[in-house]
């Protein structure tokens, strides 16, 4: 079985498999046919839902998926809608058959704040402070840059007097 993550970097000293986005949608709407006949109708849906991270230690997985959000969203609600989408029973055992896996959400605004929910999960992965912090500079940055792309690619139409 192959373990997917993308977008992310390598937050512990194990290996992990990299491969991107673009290659895992590949795999997954053409999975070749010794892989379809594998895998059951059940197994085809599961593998739709792409975590972002997906970490193993001490026998325990852990499964992150992230999201940033407006500022009109109640970021506590969209944590646990984004975390319910990975609790599936079946999903989960995918991730680690011989143990139960940990199914989070990571989810901030795109001012900074953070979902407390989030917080605890990344320190319980072994996160530090600093390490939010570093987080929270570059989803600002990631904002700012978003607006510098839309004003330059937005053209105001001149005023006629």
Known sequence: ?????????????EPVTWCSQEEIERRIAQPTPSLRAALTQ????????IPDIV???????????VQVVGTWVALSEA??????KYLIPDLLKQVNPN??????????????????ESVAALI????GGHDLK?????????????FQVHQKTTAMRPRHL
């Not at 970490?55 to 998926?65: A, C, E, G, K, P």
Request: one cysteine or more; hydrophobic letters at 45%; a positive charge.
């Open 42 to 49: 059940s197994e085809m849906i599961l593998m739709r839902r």
């Open 55 to 65: 970490t193993h230690r001490d026998n325990q997985s852990v499964v992150l998926d």
């Open 124 to 127: 319980d992965v072994g996160l």
């Open 1 to 13: 079985m192959f373990v997917f993550v993308a977008n992310t970097a390598n937050l512990t000293a």
């Open 134 to 146: 570093i987080m929270t500079i570059r989803c600002l940055q990631g904002g700012l840059r978003a």
């Open 99 to 116: 143990s139960s896996a940990v199914a989070a959400a990571v989810t901030l605004s795109y001012r900074g704040t953070w979902a407390s």
């Open 79 to 84: 944590c646990h809608v984004k975390r319910n």
